[in-house]
């Protein structure tokens, strides 16, 4: 597999390391002042770092280009033919603006 | 399968081309024509095949050398043990392998028919014993009843203990092929990456022509061809193309693609998978046609080639015809026999008959015809052969049955006798050496088919063709099921074009050269009924009649099928026999073939040796290596060495008379307790976290305040996981306002490094914060024990004030040293002693050790190696990565008041769930032995005293032990079930790996210096 990386042009895959899901975003983070931490925030967190769905066919992926720019790069690929159809450079998709209690639940 | 069948000059060739076959003068070859074919009679060869000596040309295989030495029996099954002969001329050869070379470089399951001769090559039949021609497991063939489809589940199936102590090491020994050599490889494998606009795989007509017309149109095209020699089927089918011999025609051609810089031609070379993103595997076999490879050259390179298009042009293979016999030495394919003669000059025998269901099976006819080989009869299955091949037979006298071969006879020499059932019914006998047969041509849909593309069957060539592709990949002539001459060269010339375009060459590139369109006329035939074995996987003995076993036992399914017979899954991997065996179980099952289906097709195409693979990651070069700066220092004062990661580490440093690791490593401990020691602890992880958010950064993937840290000062940190688990932990300085030094755990170096950056890239990019490893830019040493001081002083500048007021604990500061150099200080300590890092760049590293050393002298200086940091660290109960296991949370680890309830930080939320707070987990405690005299073993398991052990009574285990000179005992630490209200009970380490069952007392973690006065003093 290939990945064109945004500033380091098109490199074989073994540049790369794979994380997984872009979906899911992060709860934000918040201020302990509010009765140590926000309502719902338990739920929220659970599904931000446990639940994932299976998908078979295009998928939103974050990888590390650390064998190159160390950049962390979004991408829309295929998981049944491995075909990318975008990559773009990551920042600010993971994190939600909201806290935990309107945020990180998975559609 | 190309090339002319231009009949109207035939009688006129046959007329010319009558050669009889001579044995030069001191030669063994008495197959060998004495002209024609591409191999080089002024350079013989010397060969053994079974240790008797023979002799061959260059331009042989070892395949074509024994074909001309007359040799028929090559080899015997793997299952009954009967004899086999060689079946085909290329890398689909079921029959004909070898152990190729001796010693260290004996190779198994070599194919005789790619292997090139070389000056002493050596070969071994396989499979036999005591000898090829007496071999005792033919006996199998008697109780071949039991052996049939399925046998292993059927027969070895009770006891069930049986299968590991009997069955299977005496089916092994039974039925194994070749032997390897069981001594490393003395041979060196490399591995390369090559771009390309095109890749065309294969040399035939299809291939050169697309590999041309890419070429003139300017794209960068790499041809790969197998065989040592490109032009692929043109080496033994003759014909015309524009008017000339396609020989000539393909010199041409070959000529103009070596002129053109843009075209590189990689002959010994096969492709042999399809990966995603238009990556190709190909194996060149860079020196296995020498007996060893020259100095500082590879043995074989594995290429991985990127290219925008590819044009598949692997040809066809053609398949046998599944009748009583059909595997006896003599029984070869039609266009193996072709190839023989017409490319080698070597003569399979000298009476040939020929088999076949189509009209292309007669071109070897035509070949033997012109090599003055006898034609004993053609038996063509078809109803209506075709009234010019009659004509052939009648101007060269030879006869021709409509009908079916329904059984042959002969020994393991070789054929003699052939039954021919008519289709007016009558049988006739016939006397031949060799019979041809073909059963129509396979096209090569493996790499078309390796993203899961199904192939699709045509019924005018009774064959599959390739489905839908990989992604830029189109497959062009005999490999597409185009098999005249004229549409191969037109289809690799279009394809050729069009891949051009598609990557952007659009030069002219000509039209493409012309050749006569013969029909393959084919009657499909499969299988003939008889009354012997009718083998249609040739190397795993699969017969016509296992297929139907199988059927009528319900493996109808063709992934079925494969598993229960074994068909398919020899080291030809089917390329002989899936489609015939799937025509056959189409045939019992009432089913139409493709409804029948195939199997999946996968890599490799063809077997890669692992050694290939390796390429030189192998031994010490298995991984990189990383070397510390003091490596050199502490490997000329004789350091035992261990590896952490990819680091090399002093683990001790033996003194002369030290008469084991453990005297060494008690004697650095008390050296240090008592004096003063340093150790390389460059390896640590070390980032930079630079900018005006790095404070907020921090505070967020650490679970305490680290904005808070005043400029100048070091704190401990501890990191989790987004689940709670402890992630992390190592000593972070704030070396100015906006910048923090943080160092990681060895381990965690490169993980930490990604995490932060996928923290500060995708969580928070609006933090303004920078990240920079710097692992590799400083040399670090930690120096402990009482006389610290007394050594530093020595090294920095006068003017520095170490005292504990000038210089605190936790403190951190650059320092000038004598000299120059300017230093970080870090007031830290690990051993628990009083102790600085200092660190300085990299380069110094060395000469520091070194000047420590000498200054170091009068204070009784040592270096301490990784084991007396880790003893030091347990006798300070200091966690380090047993502890940090991934199992653990910070209060698991006793460190859970550092959480901060100020500020949110990643882990908070999910460490607070109810199994990571329970009172009931297993925590960090000490442990000693009761005994004192007893060892503590790492791995152990805790169980209260008087419990039976269990999983319901295991309460913990330890997780690190060492040997405390200080307190005259081995002590440990472990996680223990509530441990921190158990000090002072006594528990049992059970321990059954290694047999042991002791008391231990659990205790405070911290075995030494427990108020922490030696560290701040």
């Known amino acids: 597999m290939r990945i064109a990386c945004p500033f380091c042009g098109e490199r074989e895959n073994g540049e790369f390391t794979y994380l997984g899901d872009a979906k899911p975003q992060r709860p934000a983070m918040v201020a302990l002042e509010v009765a140590g931490g926000a309502a719902g925030e338990a739920e929220a967190f659970y599904d931000y770092v446990y639940l994932r769905d299976n998908v078979a066919g295009e998928m939103d992926e974050y990888w590390y280009h650390g064998g190159g720019c160390r950049s962390w790069l979004r991408l829309t690929r295929n998981t049944a033919t491995h075909e990318i159809t975008s990559v773009e450079a990551a920042p600010g998709t993971g994190a939600s603006s909201s806290p935990a209690s309107t945020a990180g639940t998975i559609s | ?1017």
């Open chain 2, 1 to 1017: 399968m190309t090339g002319s069948l231009s009949l109207t000059s035939a009688e006129a060739r046959f007329a010319a081309g009558a050669k009889a076959p001579v044995a030069p003068s001191g030669s063994t070859q008495s197959n060998r024509l004495d002209t024609g074919g591409l191999i080089d009679r002024a350079a013989p060869l010397n060969f053994t095949f079974d240790g008797k000596a023979m002799t061959g040309f260059a331009g042989d295989t070892l395949a074509s050398a024994l074909v001309a030495n007359g040799v028929r029996l090559v080899g015997r099954s793997f299952k009954y043990h009967r004899p086999r002969g060689i079946l085909t001329a290329g890398s689909e050869e079921p029959n004909a392998l070898v152990e190729l070379r001796s010693g260290a470089r004996r190779e198994p399951n070599t194919k005789a028919t790619t292997a090139e001769l070389y000056q002493g090559l050596e070969a071994l039949s396989q499979n036999r014993w005591p000898s090829l021609r007496y071999d005792v497991m033919s006996v199998n063939q008697l109780l071949s009843p039991i052996f049939v489809a399925g046998f292993y589940y059927k027969t070895f199936m009770w006891p069930a203990k049986f299968w590991e102590m009997i069955y299977e090491p005496a089916i092994r020994r039974a039925a194994g092929l070749g032997r390897s050599s069981g001594l490393a490889d003395p041979d060196h494998y490399d591995k390369a990456w090559a771009h390309c606009d095109v890749l065309v795989v294969g040399s035939g007509p299809t291939g050169v022509s697309a590999a041309l017309a890419a070429g003139r149109a300017g794209a960068r095209v790499i041809l790969a061809e197998e065989d040592s020699r490109a032009g692929g089927r043109l080496l033994s089918d003759g014909g015309e193309i524009g008017g000339m011999s396609s020989r000539e025609w393909l010199a041409n051609a070959l000529a103009e693609l070596s002129s053109l810089s843009n075209v590189r031609v990689m002959t010994r070379t096969a492709v042999f998978g399809v990966y995603d993103g238009g990556t190709y595997g190909a194996l060149e076999r860079v020196n296995d046609h020498v007996a060893t490879p020259p100095e500082h050259e590879v043995r074989q390179r594995l290429w991985r080639i990127v290219a925008k298009r590819c044009v598949v042009a692997a040809g066809a293979i053609e398949r046998p015809i599944v009748f009583s016999g059909n595997d006896r030495p003599g029984v070869m394919m039609a266009s193996a026999v072709r190839t023989y003669i017409e490319r080698f000059a070597a003569l399979p025998g000298k009476r040939v008959a020929l088999f076949t269901n189509n009209s292309d099976g007669w071109r070897t006819v035509e070949a033997a015809l012109r090599a003055g080989v006898e034609i004993s009869a053609v038996i063509d299955s078809r109803p209506g052969i075709p009234e010019e091949l009659r004509a052939m037979a009648e101007v060269s006298g030879f006869r021709v049955f409509n009908g079916v071969v329904h059984d042959v006879r002969g020994g393991a020499s070789g054929i003699s006798r052939i039954s021919v059932a008519q289709a007016k019914g009558t049988t006739v006998e016939i006397a031949a050496d060799t019979l041809a047969m073909s059963g129509g041509w396979n096209p090569s849909v493996g790499l078309a088919s390796h993203h899961r593309g199904r192939p699709t069957w045509r019924d005018d060539i009774a064959a599959f063709v390739p489905g839908e592709c990989p992604p830029g990949m189109v497959v062009a002539g005999a490999a597409n099921g185009d098999f005249s001459l004229g549409a191969c060269l037109r289809a690799g010339h279009a394809a050729g074009i069009a891949a051009a375009a598609e990557s952007g060459r659009t030069q002219k590139a000509g039209s493409p050269a012309a050749a006569s369109d013969e029909a393959l006329s084919i009657t499909p035939l499969w299988h003939v009924e008889g009354k012997h074995k009718a083998f249609v996987d040739f190397q795993h003995d699969v017969t016509a009649s296992d297929i139907a076993l199988a059927q009528r036992e319900g493996f109808e399914s063709v992934e079925h099928l494969k598993r229960y017979t074994t068909l398919g899954m020899a080291t030809d991997q089917g390329r002989n026999s899936n489609v015939t065996g799937l025509a056959i179980m189409a045939e019992v099952s009432g089913r139409t073939i493709p409804q029948t289906g195939t199997t999946i097709y996968r890599p490799p195409q063809v077997p890669v040796a692992i050694g290939a693979l390796a390429g030189h990651h192998r031994d010490e070069n298995f991984h990189s290596t990383r070397l510390t700066p003091s490596h050199r220092w502490a490997a000329e004062r004789g350091a035992t060495f261990v590896d952490t990661g990819l680091w090399k580490r002093a683990q001790w440093y033996p003194l002369p008379g030290e008469k084991d690791w453990l005297t060494s490593v008690d004697r650095e401990v008390l050296t240090v307790r008592n004096g003063v020691g340093f150790c390389d602890v460059s390896t640590l992880g070390k980032i930079d976290v630079m900018g005006p958010d790095a404070g907020a950064f921090l505070d967020r993937v650490y679970i305490n305040a680290f904005s808070s840290l005043g400029v100048g000062k070091a704190r401990y940190g501890l990191m989790l996981r987004e689940d709670g688990i402890v992630m992390d932990d190592g000593t972070t300085s704030r070396l100015a306002e906006d910048h923090y030094f943080l160092t990681t755990t060895t381990a965690k170096a490169g993980p930490v490094m990604q995490y932060l950056e996928y923290c500060r890239q995708v969580l928070w990019p609006e933090l303004d914060v920078q990240l920079t490893s710097c692992t590799d830019q400083w040399a670090q040493f930690s120096i402990a024990g009482p006389k610290t001081r007394d050594l530093l002083r020595e090294i920095v500048e006068p003017s520095e004030d170490l005292s504990n007021e000038g210089f605190p604990f936790m403190a951190v500061r650059e320092v000038k040293l004598r000299g120059g150099v300017v230093a970080r200080l870090f007031r830290i300590s690990f051993s628990g002693e009083m102790a600085f890092e200092i660190s300085v760049p990299a380069r110094f590293g060395d000469a520091l050790a070194r000047n420590l050393m000498i200054a170091g002298k009068q204070f009784g200086v040592i270096p301490y190696g990784t084991e007396a940091l880790g003893v030091m660290r347990i006798e300070k109960g200091h966690v380090a990565g047993p502890e940090l296991n991934g199992t653990t949370t910070a209060g698991d680890l006793g460190l859970g008041k550092m959480a901060s309830k100020k500020k949110d930080f990643v882990g908070r939320v999910l460490a607070a769930r109810e199994g990571l707070v329970d009172p009931n987990r297993q925590v960090v405690v000490g442990l000693k032995p009761v005994d004192k005299a007893r060892r503590l073993r790492s791995g152990a398991h805790t169980i209260p005293k008087g419990a039976r052990p269990s999983p319901e009574t295991d309460q913990g285990y330890v997780t690190s032990v060492c040997h405390s000179p200080m307190l005259g005992q081995w002590i440990g630490l472990g996680l223990v079930e509530r441990g921190r209200e158990r000090y002072g009970e006594i528990v049992r380490a059970h321990d059954p790996l290694r047999g042991e069952d002791y008391d231990v007392e659990i205790c405070n973690p911290v075995f030494y210096d427990p108020e922490g006065g030696r560290q701040r003093g």
